[in-house]
């Protein structure tokens, strides 16, 4: 049998073949998961932008408004205390109840001025009686001058009787003056007797609510005695101090207005927030300023009245008033939601004409609203992001969508700095 020899070649070949093929698959496998990874590495370098809210910081006019804390008090305070001393009988009056000029509020026993009153008029009646003899006398001396003038001037009588007569006459004359100033001196003790009489009723000199009574009936009171107090509650003050600078702010605004700080309450209304927040309907204005400066403290004492019909504000209460000082021309204003602080560093983030947002420190001023005035840190047309903060970091691109530009059309809602805008 004859056997083929083997063509090693032809063996050969196709196994040359097979290893380029899987040589190349292997290439071209490596070469996709490489694409794939730098694909990968590619999309983890390049992230895409965050969509923001920003608001454009543009110019506004802002009326600052200073904020203080009062305490309100009567505009009349008058302490009661009686005229007359004695045992107190009887209290006339409704603590906390309004009262009148001239309502009694409290009696003392009267039976001692009355009884003064009676003697004094007895003395009185005493002394009328005195003219009226030392009168009858002196018209007895008239008489006898009269009857013997033309006597001692014919030589009938002696001259010695007439000179006597006269003498008589002017002595009755000294009586009769000395008794009508008797008489006066006890019209006068009459007087002084119904007055005491009348101070055993305690009244109200002015018009008001009438406090809590400090003596109680049966007491011994004397003119040192406090037996309450009475304030006049409409129109009620409420006092506050205020330092240098906001009072020379307040007068020049009034200046400004065309009025006087003082007389002319339409030029600076005042607003009075309640301590549970609320604010009180009506306006008032400034009534009294204090003649210095308080050298210590660097602030002056002011007094604002503020109409208070029904007496619903009492003497004691707290709030605080509240006045436009100033108007600032071509302020700054920004979202409170848009400020963090960072290490007592107040930020806000940017959105920059890169796409990237930045990081700007920011000095603020008073508040305004939801608002904030910056003081330093921004400029006009500023594009300030308003959300996703937490999100953001510096130099992360952004796309940006502008809200409405921030103005000051809104009320005033706390303090910074002592003063706030609206």
Known sequence: MNKQPIDSAATIAPNRVTVICTVGMLVMSMGLASGCSEKKHALAASPQAMPVTVVAVQPTDVP????WVGTLDGNVNAQIQPQASGYLIRQDYREGSQVSKGQVLFEIDPRP???ALDQ???????????????QAQLDLSQINVNRDAPLAQAHAIAQSQLDSETQQKAQSEASVKSSQASVAAAEAAVENAQLNLGFTQVRSLITGVAGQATTQ???????????????QLNPIRAYFSISDSEYLGLTQRARQGGGDLLKDASVLPLTLILSNGEVFPLKGHIAFVDRQMNSQTGAIRIAAAFPNPGNVLRPGQFGRVKADTEIRHGALLIPQVAVQEFQGLH????????GKAHVATVQLGAQVGTNWVVESGLGPGALVITDNLQKLGEGAPVKPHQAPAVTAAVTATGPANNSTVR
Request: charged share 10%; aromatic share 4%.
């Open 64 to 67: 600052l408004t200073g904020e």
């Open 113 to 115: 001025f009355q009884a």
């Open 120 to 134: 004094a008029k007895g003395q009185l009646d005493q002394a009328k009686g005195q003219v009226a003899q030392a």
């Open 217 to 231: 009936v049966g007491n011994l009171v004397n003119t040192q005695s406090v037996l309450t107090s009475v304030s």
């Open 347 to 354: 930020q806000v983030y940017v959105a920059g004409s890169d």
